[in-house]
Structure formats: structure tokens, C-alpha cells
Nanobody, 132 residues
Framework: QVQLVESGGGWMQPGGSLRLSCTAS????????VGWFRQTPGKEREGMSC????????YYADSVKGRFTITRDTAKNTGYLQMNSLKPEDTAVYYC?????????????????????????WGQGTQVTVSS
């Protein structure tokens, strides 16, 4: 079955770190953009970080730039989001997602900012709670 399985969420104190994982099964990530989106009650789901399927270009929302890092490991068929210097404002449900791009010419920022409705596959979501 085609799916994305997320892990790594949980509770963390402000200033701490978490690493989210997104493992694909039933397909390979070679020709897909990978993104991390988050959603809080009463707000739309927003793209926080995305990585392109081609040369690995990345995008980060202003709110997480300099603190979060997105990577992908083709051998493990897994995408990651390293979250450092966590703030209470980072509390949300985090979803990984993919978008097919065989040509590898998609811009990472385009996926995160404009292509939410075109996502191929969503992860199940993982709760991240940052509080003291």
C-alpha cells in the first residue's frame, strides 16, 4: 500500500530539539518533492519546509528559517525534519507530504506555498508540543 509513515513527534521544552521522520512505502522518493506542513486549531495547514526532487533545493518558512533543516535519504526512502531551538509557537500537528515530479524541475518553495491541494500522499500526522 502506498503510504507515508511519520514518527518522532512528542513533547519538548522550549529550546529543545526533535527530529521528525517520514518513511515512504509502496513507492520511492526519487522523483518526488517532499514537504513538511503543520496545522494548529482554527488555522489552515501551512508549508514549513520543502525539498525539491532534483538537485535538493530547499525552502523554509520565515518562522522556522535558521532553526529547522529538511533532508532526505534515498537509501532509506525517508525524509527528515530536524527541529532545533523549539518555541511554544511550533506546537502543532506536523504532516509530511509528497508531490510527483519526474523531471526534477519543481521549485521547493512552490510546493510549500502554492501546491497544498496537489499533494499526492499525506502522512498520518504527528503531534509536536513545546511547553515548559
Amino acid at each position: 500500500q502506498v503510504q507515508l509513515v511519520e514518527s518522532g513527534g512528542g513533547w519538548m521544552q522550549p529550546g529543545g530539539s526533535l527530529r521528525l521522520s517520514c518513511t515512504a512505502s509502496g513507492f520511492t522518493l526519487d522523483y518526488y518533492n517532499v514537504g513538511w506542513f503543520r496545522q494548529t486549531p482554527g488555522k489552515e495547514r501551512e508549508g514549513m519546509s520543502c525539498i525539491g526532487s532534483g538537485d535538493g533545493t530547499t525552502y523554509y518558512a520565515d518562522s522556522v528559517k535558521g532553526r529547522f533543516t529538511i533532508t532526505r535519504d534515498t537509501a532509506k526512502n525517508t525524509g527528515y525534519l530536524q527541529m532545533n531551538s523549539l518555541k511554544p509557537e511550533d506546537t502543532a500537528v506536523y504532516y509530511c507530504a509528497t508531490l510527483f515530479d519526474q523531471s526534477g524541475d519543481q521549485v521547493a518553495g512552490g510546493f510549500c506555498r502554492f501546491l497544498l491541494s496537489w499533494v499526492d500522499t499525506w502522512g498520518q500526522g504527528t503531534q509536536v508540543t513545546v511547553s515548559s
